[in-house]
């Protein structure tokens, strides 16, 4: 059995066909990846042990997620329907706009309470990306938080 360290994300990127987007967009991808790096659990069911690496990519409407090793021989492929997402990711985009603008210029008890509401949303779609990922790939509630805001820049860009 391969120890714990082995099972985790050493990098991540996103399929960049897709373009950048808004300098908010921006800073949530680069804080996703940099925190999903730092600290992960990511065990695809029946592999041996990584490190790996994890590409993210929107393909016909459906989310992929590519896993290599560190050498980049394949490990696997999965392929989400993003439909169980769609509410979801619109509801958090909605928030967000509104928590963009509120911490411009709404009083700290407005940011706190629409930053509870993003979080609570941001929840909703981490446990669907874990329920989604069953039996594919272990990871943890923390993982899933980054891993979802992902998913949210692919989208948001897409």
Not at 93 to 107: D, G, K, L, P, V
Request: charged content about 25%; some cysteine.
């Amino acid at each position: 059995m391969a120890d714990a360290g082995a099972f985790r994300l050493s990098e991540v990127t996103l399929d960049e066909s897709i373009g950048r987007s808004t300098p908010d967009v921006e800073h949530e991808r680069a804080v996703a990846i940099f925190d999903l790096i730092e600290e992960n659990s990511f065990e695809p069911v029946g592999h041996g042990g990584g490190p790996y690496k994890l590409q993210l990519s929107l393909v016909d409407s459906k989310l992929v997620f590519t896993i290599t090793l560190e050498d980049d021989a394949a490990v696997a492929t999965h392929i989400l329907s993003l439909t169980p997402f769609r509410r979801i990711v619109k509801d958090y985009f909605m928030i967000c706009e509104s928590y963009y603008e509120a911490i411009r210029s709404s009083t700290p008890s407005q940011i706190e309470a629409i930053d509870m509401g993003r979080r609570g949303i941001h929840n909703e779609g981490s446990q669907t990306l874990m329920d989604r990922l069953n039996g594919k790939i272990t990871i943890d509630f923390d993982t899933a938080r980054r891993l979802f805001t992902l998913v949210c820049v692919l989208h948001w860009r897409g």
